[in-house]
T-cell receptor, first 114, second 116 residues
């Protein structure tokens, strides 16, 4: 079946602009995660959804970052007033059932803020 | 403080050599899970293994094996008879009961280069 998909695969924007990154999880997966991966580093947790609600958003760096999952499936990560330091690969993952189950990752969106 | 440390930034081996990737973790929880993921050049992370804190049995899957030692807080990964296709970045990760297992802490990864 289809894996986790993310769009766009690449996004180039200018400092101060607003961006939206989309994640389409594996059908039936109730848990959805967003991570940020900087060059040469491991993924860094941002936010976790169980169904429609954000169960843990402790990883969001500041209030410029926001994520939604209105129908419990597709999720959108929103970044306001982008800064050069936001440049990274944003990864989405989904899992079925318990949170300690394996997470299936998407290919990521590479965000570049000029 | 880093919860997961992968001290080896990059390792290069010649095909057919055995190689061990180290992972040291830190947690106060008695219940936790450890994971290994592979990130090939294409970029997509691939799950390799999950181990819970109550199961210290070593695991073998084909050329892959994992050594979990709570006494040293380590969860090392060995590839036997490495192949060029094993070239990738490998990440170790931890999730803790205290965070309801929601949050995965990843190490900084070890880049493995297997040369023909």
């Amino acid at each position: 079946g289809a894996g986790v998909s993310q769009t766009p695969s690449n996004k180039v924007t200018e400092k101060g602009k607003y961006v939206e990154l989309r994640c389409d999880p594996i059908s039936g997966h109730t848990a959805l995660y967003w991570y940020r991966q900087s060059l040469g580093q491991g993924p860094e947790f941002l936010i976790y959804f169980q169904g429609t609600g954000a169960a843990d958003d402790s990883g969001l760096p500041n209030d410029r970052f926001f994520a939604v999952r209105p129908e419990g499936s597709v999720s959108t990560l929103k970044i306001q007033r982008t800064e050069r330091g936001d440049s990274a690969v944003y990864l989405c993952a989904s899992s079925f059932g318990q949170t300690y189950n394996e997470q299936f990752f998407g290919p990521g969106t590479r965000l570049t803020v000029l | 403080a880093q919860k997961v440390t992968q001290a080896q930034t990059e390792i290069s081996v010649v095909e057919k050599e055995d190689v061990t990737l180290d992972c040291v973790y830190e947690t106060r929880d008695t219940t936790y899970y450890l994971f290994w993921y592979k990130q090939p050049p294409s970029g997509e992370l691939v799950f390799l293994i999950r181990r819970n804190s109550f199961d210290e049995q070593n695991e073998i899957s084909g050329r892959y094996s994992w050594n979990f030692q709570k006494s040293t807080s380590s969860f090392n990964f060995t590839i036997t008879a490495s192949q060029v296709v094993d070239s990738a970045v490998y990440f170790c990760a931890l999730s803790e009961a205290g965070r309801d297992f929601n949050k995965f802490y990843f190490g900084s990864g070890t880049k493995l280069n297997v040369k023909p």
